[in-house]
Nanobody, 114 residues
Framework: QVQLVESGGGLVQAGGSLRLSCASSGLTFSTYIMAWFRQAPGKQREFVARIASSGITTIYTDSVKGRFTISRDNAKNTVYLQMNSLKPEDTAVYYC???????WGQGTQVTVSS
């Protein structure tokens, strides 16, 4: 059974930083592309970033380029999202996902105050 468990969310002031983690189990983590999505109140869930199975290739949505960094540790079956220079518009529930599947984590709340 695949499980994805996010952690690291919280309340931070604008300009601050947070690092999200997503620990996985029940899958051969190192063979899958992993991704982060987010959903703000009243909005659709949107893509944030994804990372190749090797960790070499990363892709970001334009609004987070230069501020967020996705990374992974295949030995720990964990994917990370380092978020710097946070803005109020980054406020959302952040989810990790196995790319190309229906496996999602439960989400972690990120709130950025102005």
């Amino acid at each position: 059974q695949v499980q994805l468990v996010e952690s690291g969310g919280g309340l931070v002031q604008a300009g601050g930083s947070l690092r999200l983690s997503c620990a996985s189990s029940g899958l051969t983590f190192s063979t899958y592309i992993m991704a982060w999505f987010r959903q703000a109140p009243g909005k659709q869930r949107e893509f944030v970033a994804r990372i190749a199975s090797s960790g070499i290739t990363t892709i970001y949505t334009d609004s987070v380029k230069g501020r967020f960094t996705i990374s992974r540790d295949n030995a720990k079956n964990t994917v990370y999202l380092q978020m710097n220079s946070l803005k109020p518009e980054d406020t959302a529930v952040y989810y990790c996902k196995v790319w190309g599947s229906d496996y999602w984590g439960q989400g972690t709340q990120v709130t950025v105050s102005s």
